[in-house]
């Protein structure tokens, strides 16, 4: 099992031996966290809600590096000196997962290291199981195609409502990105869009010319994302393609990429430090993408010939 230990660059972490976070496969567990800053100084003195939002503000920071997001976390646990806290307390936690209810226990002790610190919280969460984006990228015309990909029909569907159906067959809502907020980017324009606009930390991207990509195996994807820590891409014969997973805090490294001019999704990739992750065998033939006329029509004889709607 691969594990992850994170670090805050508090002095105390190397002094006593401990981490801030560890991950250990899909699992993150952060240490008792309280209310000081970078420079070891008490944030928030005297005032209970102050602390903790500084104190979740450094759980969510933690989580991310780890590769999660508030979303993933199961338990919370509050440790105060004085349970007359226990109001205001409860009213930032609120704040902050009243969404999505972990678990979670608050007790009364008698002290903490610091007679000005009020509260310490600790933290567990799950890779992924807070759930994630959905996004296809449908915007642009194909040049190769002549026209947009989006909307050629193949059988009962177009490519986008084949790609819509298996999203919804994974247990995820689409989200069509049809117009990129940059225009001309390429798919790292559609993806720019998406991750400005995410509800949750982690992305899963989904392109509209993959015609035989089910449910079934964006799920057995998804499960392998949360496996490891970071984006994951499909290693395809000819390089890396859909589908794949960032997070919201690789948007920095796609900003600095289209600063530069450079657009490439292998690009990308390769700069991400992204895992790459292959199919069964026996499934591979469900990445098939249609780029071509050649490749449609390659699409179409092979639908016939599988029975495919």
Partial sequence: MNRQLISSGAKWETEVGYSR??????????????????????VGEGDIRAQAKHIFGIIEESLHKAGACLEDVVRTRMFVTDIADSEALGQVHGEVFGRIRPA??????????DPRLRVEIE?????????????ILAGGNSKRMGRKKSQIRMG????????R???????????????????????????L??????????????????????????????????????????QHEKGVGFPFVLSCADLVLVEKQIDRGVLSLQRLAKRLKAR??????????ELFNINTPAD??????????????
Avoid: N, Y
């Fill in 21 to 42: 976070a560890v991950r250990a496969g899909s699992q993150i567990f952060i240490s008792g966290t309280t209310a000081v800053d970078g420079r070891s100084r008490v």
């Fill in 104 to 113: 979670t226990t608050l007790v009364e002790v008698r002290s903490l290291i």
């Fill in 123 to 135: 933290a567990e969460a799950v890779a992924g199981s807070g759930g994630a984006d959905a996004v």
């Fill in 156 to 163: 009962c569907h177009t490519l986008l409502g084949h790609a």
């Fill in 165 to 191: 159906a298996a999203v919804v067959d994974a247990g995820l809502e689409p989200r069509v990105i049809a117009v990129d907020l940059q225009p001309g980017l390429g798919p790292l324009g559609g993806i």
């Fill in 193 to 234: 869009t998406a991750l400005q606009s995410a509800k949750h930390s982690r992305v899963l991207f989904v392109g509209c010319d993959m015609p035989f990509l089910s449910g079934e195996l964006i799920d057995t994807f998804l499960t392998g994302s949360t496996g490891g820590v970071g984006p994951m891409f499909t």
């Fill in 276 to 285: 790459m992750w292959q199919p069964p065998e026996e499934r591979e033939w």
């Fill in 296 to 309: 449609l029509a390659e699409a179409r004889r092979q639908q016939k010939g599988r029975r495919i709607d």
